[in-house]
């Protein structure tokens, strides 16, 4: 039963059971801008988060930033091949230390330097030099040379994040011992390496801006209930019937049987199908299955009522055919008729008259959304 | 800026990106600003404006360096001049919110501006 905002109607946890009356999150955690707050700990700073592409840094010294609610990180390639994050904040007095890099026009340094007082860190986040002024004690009268303490190159060094991957796909996770990436990714690692996903290029990237929670938009792409009535053009390939909706732990599948067979080339994965991956709480891979590469989407919330889609495209090369850019659009018009119906939906949302909205059997993947929602909440 | 006016349900701030064309409507001219941020931050875009409905943008000149724009467009502010509403009235001389970010960086450092509340500027 939908819960309006009356005095008779109260709203209660997501029921574990989507038969339930109570299977949706309550509506204020979508409009509530403390929530937005809370957020930024208990689900952006508790769970892992896709910071980028490897193959955006594919030389030692190479970096990009990424900026995640209030915090930035660096994401660089080391000398030892590794790629590393560290936040992006001296470990002198605090200072932003590098400029925003985007992955999609990554910089190189030989080392990390603050412009502030000019600390300096190898790229495996150790301090490497400090001014003279901070190894003598010329202005303080109070203090002999001697007594300056030297800097411990590790203990002074970056504060460096957790980080993992997935294949090509770097993740970070801000707490200081998280549970395993495969732990919280579980069959969707396995099914991601399986596949060649570094060997595409990264093609384009689109940054839209869209006026709805940012949840809305996750559950929007979680379902496909929608999509009869609302991407024609795209249905008409598609066998809807055929479906499958498949719910893991942190992550989601959406199958989608195309009604004629694609050539072979024309997939980055075997089965007939597109493939669109959900990883909790803000990631998605996306596999069209009529185009010989992949997309990704990263959720980001501006704050309660707005957020960034992130979508990024991969090819065999770069530079992008004719046709591929066609894909591109067509794309672009399925994110634009579901920013519509999203945006609808937070106007609805935003009014207050819903409390509590109500779910239906086929849409288990936005109660997995939901009920992932509400645990870190509780958490 | 093009010299379009806006419709009647439009938005008064109007902005796309250069690269993909992404549209921002806004109904002030800071909100445009923070976009500009946003996707410069996160794709490296730089945006130009589509246009502006606001005054002080109508009567700002046509020509004219950062800071003789700044000191015409103080008149129609209390305390310190929107640096959205600098953005679009440069946009008339073909500067993107990018150019005009980077001639208040360079002029700032020369202290030929202050600002005397977050986002809002004064010229010397």
């Not at chain 1, 959900?278 to 891979?285: A, I, L, M, S």
Request: glycine share 6%; aromatic share 10%; proline share 4%.
């Amino acid at each position: 039963m939908t819960r309006w905002n009356t005095s008779t109607d109260e709203v209660e946890a997501v029921s574990p059971d989507i038969t339930d009356e109570t299977n949706a999150l309550p509506a204020r955690y979508f409009t509530d801008p403390a929530v937005h707050e809370m957020e930024k700990e208990k689900i952006f700073g508790r769970y892992w988060m896709y910071a980028g592409h490897a193959n955006a840094v594919t030389e030692p010294g190479d970096y990009f930033t990424r900026t995640i609610g209030d915090k930035q990180v660096i994401v660089v390639r080391d000398h030892d091949d590794e790629v590393r994050v560290f936040f992006n904040v001296c470990a002198h007095r605090g200072s932003k230390m590098v400029e925003d890099t985007p992955m999609t026009d990554p910089g190189n340094m030989g080392r990390i330097r603050c412009p502030y007082h000019l600390w300096t860190y190898d790229l495996d986040g150790d301090l490497t030099s400090t001014p003279k002024s901070f190894e003598e004690a010329g202005l303080n009268p109070d203090l002999e040379d001697e007594d300056v303490c030297e800097f411990d190159a590790c203990d002074n060094g970056l504060k460096e994040v957790t980080s993992d991957t997935i294949g090509p796909f770097v993740f970070l996770n801000f707490q200081d011992d998280p549970m395993p990436l495969e732990e919280q990714a579980g069959q969707l690692k396995d099914d991601l390496e399986a596949l060649p996903l570094g060997e595409y290029e990264h093609a384009t990237r689109i940054v839209s801006e869209v006026e709805c929670n940012w949840k809305t938009f996750a559950g929007n792409y979680s379902e496909c209930d929608h999509c009869q009535a609302n991407h024609q053009d795209w249905i008409t390939d598609i066998e809807l019937r055929d479906s499958e909706l498949e719910v893991h732990d942190y992550h989601w599948i959406l199958h989608y049987t195309h009604a004629e067979d694609v050539e072979d080339e024309m997939r980055i994965h075997d089965e007939h199908e597109a493939q669109f991956h959900y990883f909790w709480p803000n990631f998605t891979v996306n596999m069209y299955g009529t185009a010989d590469g992949y997309g990704t989407y990263i959720i980001d919330p501006i704050d309660e009522g707005r957020f960034q889609l992130v979508a990024d495209y991969y090819f065999r090369d770069g530079e992008m055919s004719e046709e591929e850019k066609g894909f591109v659009q067509t794309s672009r018009q399925l994110q634009e008729e579901d920013f519509e119906l999203c945006e609808r939906q937070y106007a609805g949302l935003k009014s207050g008259a819903l409390a509590q909205a109500q779910l239906g059997p086929n849409e288990h993947t936005l109660h997995r959304l939901h009920r992932l929602a509400q645990e870190a909440y509780e958490a | 800026m093009s010299q379009q006016q806006p419709q009647q349900d439009e938005a008064p701030f109007v902005a796309r990106t250069l690269g993909s064309g992404t549209r921002k409507e806004a109904a002030d001219a800071n909100e445009v600003l923070a976009f500009y941020r946003r996707q410069s931050r996160t794709a490296g875009e730089d945006v130009e404006w589509t246009f502006a409905d606001h005054p002080a943008v109508t009567a700002a000149p046509d020509e004219g360096d950062l800071a003789t724009v700044v000191r015409e467009l103080d008149a129609h502010f209390e305390n310190g001049v929107p640096i959205g509403i600098i953005a679009a009235a440069l946009s008339k001389q073909g500067d993107t919110i990018g150019d005009t970010m980077d001639a208040i960086h360079d002029l700032r450092m020369t202290g030929g501006l202050w600002e005397p509340r977050d986002d809002h500027l004064r010229a010397f």
